[in-house]
Nanobody, 120 residues
């Protein structure tokens, strides 16, 4: 079984920065992609940033130029550096990995979520 543990969410003022981390533990044979999603109250969960094992990176239009996704493959960890934060970035942020675990199948795992609140 793989577990994802997130950290880094907190209250921050508009214009500030935060760095979210998500570390995977357990037996992982391969990772296809690392994703960061977010869900604001009353809204659907949306993809914020994605990085694939091949190095392709995608961002939601709303965060382009402000957020940066990166990985530390040796630590099975993905990061989301968030700069120039806006009140509309307030949401619960979730990491999501697509991995091959001990089942030898591609399996989707989610973190527990970390709250980011941006005050105006």
């Amino acid at each position: 079984q793989v577990q994802l543990v997130e950290s880094g969410g907190r209250l921050v003022q508009a214009g500030g920065s935060l760095r979210l981390s998500c570390a995977a533990s357990g037996i992982i044979f391969s990772i296809d992609r690392w994703n960061w999603y977010r869900q604001a109250p009353g809204k659907q969960r949306e993809l914020v940033a994605r990085i694939t094992s091949g190095g392709t990176i995608n961002y939601a239009d709303s965060v382009k130029g402000r957020f940066t996704i990166s990985t530390d493959n040796a630590k099975n960890t993905v990061y989301l550096q968030m700069n120039s934060l806006k009140p509309e970035d307030t949401a619960v942020y979730y990491c999501n990995f697509l991995v091959v675990d001990t089942s030898r199948l591609w399996t989707n795992y989610w973190g527990q979520g970390t709250q980011v609140t941006v005050s105006s």
